[in-house]
């Protein structure tokens, strides 16, 4: 490990940044001028995607491993001295009724989407108060509200959304903001790959816009978060779904009467 002079540009560290929204906001970051340290724990994706990015710089990290997030921190705090951005976007699904939701898969799931988030986010606090830097949590609609074989991934989001509001209590008075992202249904690979053409048909009716949103979408308001246009915003769920939390349990076929 080698030290580098303070890059010049501002940083943000991208955790699940290897693909799908992760990668997206990699991307708007570069756009905006930033340096995009990539963090996720598929090395191989990881070192693939990232070469094709001029401007990033790619860290294995499992998130859910303590030792290897202080490490990750302490790589930071040599190469750069600060974080401007900390998105935190690792994250593991799992989709399986209660009854069938055994301990150690409940606890694979909050490992790296809570606890993995919790780690990161103490671990980076010297080098986003050296910034006065913000922090967004990617949460999901999931968090917001309930929804059949998503026990132990609801109940992660919802603790993201907590966690966000605590990070915003304690944090503003060292200049750091902390928001949230709860995204809803998205084109990602894995919603194509998963979800059969009846599943898009009925979240197709249920969200006011009538469609998925893409990863750019997301990327969108996540940079946004992080940005000076957002500096009086903090401690804020913003649910990027097309409206779909509106709809509440209104029934699609009853809301034009």
């Not at 999931?142 to 959304?161: C, D, F």
Request: overall charge negative; proline content about 5%.
């Amino acid at each position: 490990m080698t030290s580098s002079p303070p890059s010049a540009s501002p940083v943000a560290v991208v955790t699940g940044a290897a693909r799908g929204i992760g990668l997206s906001t990699t991307q708007l970051f570069l756009e905006q001028g930033f340096t995009v340290v990539m963090v996720d724990r598929d090395a191989p994706e990881l070192e693939r995607v990232s070469s094709a990015l001029s401007g990033t710089e790619p860290l294995v990290c499992d998130i859910s491993e303590p030792d290897q997030v202080t490490e990750l921190a302490r790589e930071l705090t040599q190469r750069h001295g600060r974080v401007d951005a900390l998105v935190n976007n690792a994250g593991v699904a799992d989709f399986r009724p209660l009854e069938e939701t055994d301990y150690a898969t409940w606890r694979e799931v909050m490992a790296t989407n809570l606890d993995g988030v919790f780690l990161t986010s103490q671990a980076m606090l010297p080098l986003l108060k050296a910034a006065r830097g913000a922090i967004v949590n990617i949460a999901s609609i999931s968090g917001l509200r309930a929804s059949t074989l998503r026990v132990a991934y609801g109940t992660s989001k919802a603790a993201i959304i907590h966690l966000t509001q605590q990070q915003a209590a304690e944090l503003g008075e060292h200049g750091i903001r902390a928001n949230c992202v709860a995204p809803g249904p998205v084109d990602t690979k894995l919603a194509l790959a998963v979800h059969t053409a009846e599943i898009r048909a009925a979240y197709h009716d249920a969200i006011p816009l009538n469609r998925y949103g893409s990863e750019r979408e997301i990327a969108e308001v996540i940079v946004f978060l992080c940005s000076t246009k957002a500096s009086y915003v903090t401690g804020q769920v913003v649910a990027a779904d097309g409206g779909f939390q509106s709809t509440g349990v209104g029934l699609p076929a009853m809301r034009n009467r």
